[in-house]
Nanobody, 124 residues
Framework: QVQLVESGGALVQAGGSLRLSCAVSGHIFSSYWMGWFRQAPGKERDFVAASWWTGERTYYADSVKGRFTISRDNAKKTVYLQMNSLKPEDTAVYYC?????????????????WGQGTQVTVSS
């Protein structure tokens, strides 16, 4: 059983930075992507970033490109999302997720394992 636990969410002023963490427990017996999604109140869950399990490939939503960085420490079984130059529109609950297989997906329906989410609030 794969379990994901996010942490690091907080209230931060616009222009500030946060680093989210996603700790993975259990064993994943295939190649996979780690993804970050976010959901603002009243909106759908949107793709933010993804990393191939080796870290060799990463992909970002246009809205965060150049500001957010996804990284991973496989020894610690942890994936990070470094968020810089935060904007009020980045306010959301952030989720990490696992997609089994080699093809990338930016659709939440392509991910089978999810964490419980961590709240990020950016004040103006």
């Amino acid at each position: 059983q794969v379990q994901l636990v996010e942490s690091g969410g907080a209230l931060v002023q616009a222009g500030g930075s946060l680093r989210l963490s996603c700790a993975v427990s259990g064993h994943i017996f295939s190649s996979y992507w780690m993804g970050w999604f976010r959901q603002a109140p009243g909106k759908e869950r949107d793709f933010v970033a993804a990393s191939w399990w080796t870290g060799e490939r990463t992909y970002y939503a246009d809205s965060v490109k150049g500001r957010f960085t996804i990284s991973r420490d496989n020894a610690k079984k942890t994936v990070y999302l470094q968020m810089n130059s935060l904007k009020p529109e980045d306010t959301a609950v952030y989720y990490c997720a696992v997609r089994l297989g080699e093809s990338l997906s930016t659709d939440q329906r392509g991910y089978g394992y999810w964490g419980q989410g961590t709240q990020v609030t950016v004040s103006s």
